[in-house]
């Protein structure tokens, strides 16, 4: 598995990342996921000793990386799917993969079958591929070593469709065997659907962490009422937070606090319930409202 305890990366003045402490379990699909400049992808450069940590620590089962003899053996890793020779062809690629591992030839075949690269796909120069041939052959290289850890950073940009549905059958699978994934994205769906635990970053710092179900259980009441921008202020003097949800209020409170709160003031209720789960795109968005730059995608 993958340890990160304490991890601090400092440019000058500028903390990129704060204090970042999880884990990464063998047999789970970790989503590590913050908007743009959270720290994200410093930490899994940390992760492959491309960037020094100002303070802390990564494992990669029990082991730093620089004391890894063979690492692509034991983790494979796709940070850029753009960071190869572009004059290269996909084979070259896989093929010097092959012989800086000390893996037969064989497996440049096998790994071009397996990420759906054709023949003559595998001859065309890299600065011919599109970006979703570019991220399956990266995916090929990371694969190449039949590592037990797999760190990938957007592994689904640029993938149509189909390969999107690939790719969350192949590291469902490779979970399953056993292997470890860390995956970074901007498709919240996708994660949703994929991952067992989540970590969420903002501004360098964990602002959360823990398995998907509990992360995502459902919490509060959701309220309808004609005069419901009575209630919202009622409940907001009461403490209690709430937030435009369809037709009605969400609140962070239980259904019994909030018809307190309306029978309080004398305001009818129209329906009143626990509230749904929130989806991952909800709770993304909660937990790093702050950090977000207007009119930027999450």
């Known amino acids: 598995m993958i340890t990160?305890?304490?991890?601090?990366?400092?440019?000058?003045?500028?903390?990129?990342?704060?204090?970042?402490?999880?884990v990464a379990r063998s047999g789970r699909v970790t989503g590590f996921l913050g908007?743009?400049?959270?720290?994200?992808?410093?930490?899994?450069?940390?992760?492959?000793?491309?960037?020094?940590?100002?303070?802390?620590?990564?494992?990669?089962?029990?082991?730093?990386?620089?004391?890894?003899?063979?690492?692509?053996?034991?983790?494979?890793?796709l940070l850029d799917a753009s960071a190869q020779h572009a004059g290269r062809t996909g084979r070259e690629i896989l093929t010097i993969g092959t012989e800086t591992m000390g893996l037969p030839r064989t497996k440049v075949d096998q790994l071009l079958e397996r990420v759906s690269l054709s023949a003559d796909e595998s001859r065309r120069r890299l600065r011919d591929y599109s970006l979703g041939?570019?991220?399956?052959?990266?995916?090929?290289?990371?694969?190449?070593?039949?590592?037990?850890?797999?760190?990938?950073?957007?592994?689904?940009?640029?993938?149509?469709?189909?390969?999107?549905h690939w790719m969350r059958g192949l590291l469902r699978d490779y979970a399953a065997g056993g292997g470890t994934v860390l995956l970074s994205s901007h498709l919240l769906h996708e994660v949703e659907r994929i991952a067992d635990d989540l970590v969420l970053i903002?501004?360098?710092?964990?602002?959360?962490?823990?398995?998907?179900?509990?992360?995502?259980?459902?919490?509060?009441?959701?309220?309808r009422a004609e005069r419901h921008r009575d209630l919202a202020l009622a409940l907001e003097t009461a403490g209690i937070c709430t937030s435009v949800s369809g037709q009605g209020l969400r609140s962070d409170a239980a259904p019994r606090q909030v018809g307190a709160v309306a029978a309080a003031h004398g305001i009818p209720l129209d329906e009143l319930r626990p509230a749904?789960?929130?989806?991952?795109?909800?709770?993304?968005?909660?937990?790093?409202?702050?950090?977000?730059?207007?009119?930027?995608?999450?």
Do not use: C, W
Not at 8 to 21: C, L, M, Q
Not at 42 to 66: A, N, S
């Open 4 to 22: 990160v305890e304490h991890v601090t990366k400092r440019y000058g003045e500028y903390t990129a990342v704060d204090d970042v402490s999880f």
């Open 35 to 77: 908007p743009n400049g959270a720290g994200k992808s410093t930490t899994m450069r940390i992760m492959v000793g491309l960037t020094p940590p100002t303070t802390g620590e990564v494992q990669v089962d029990g082991r730093h990386y620089r004391d890894l003899a063979n690492p692509g053996r034991q983790i494979g890793v």
């Open 133 to 164: 041939m570019r991220q399956r052959l990266g995916i090929a290289h990371a694969l190449l070593g039949d590592p037990s850890i797999l760190i990938l950073d957007e592994p689904a940009n640029g993938l149509d469709p189909a390969g999107i």
């Open 202 to 223: 903002g501004r360098g710092r964990i602002v959360a962490q823990g398995t998907k179900e509990e992360l995502l259980q459902p919490r509060g009441s959701f309220v």
């Open 276 to 298: 749904e789960g929130a989806g991952l795109e909800d709770l993304f968005l909660q937990l790093t409202a702050d950090t977000q730059r207007e009119g930027v995608a999450a």
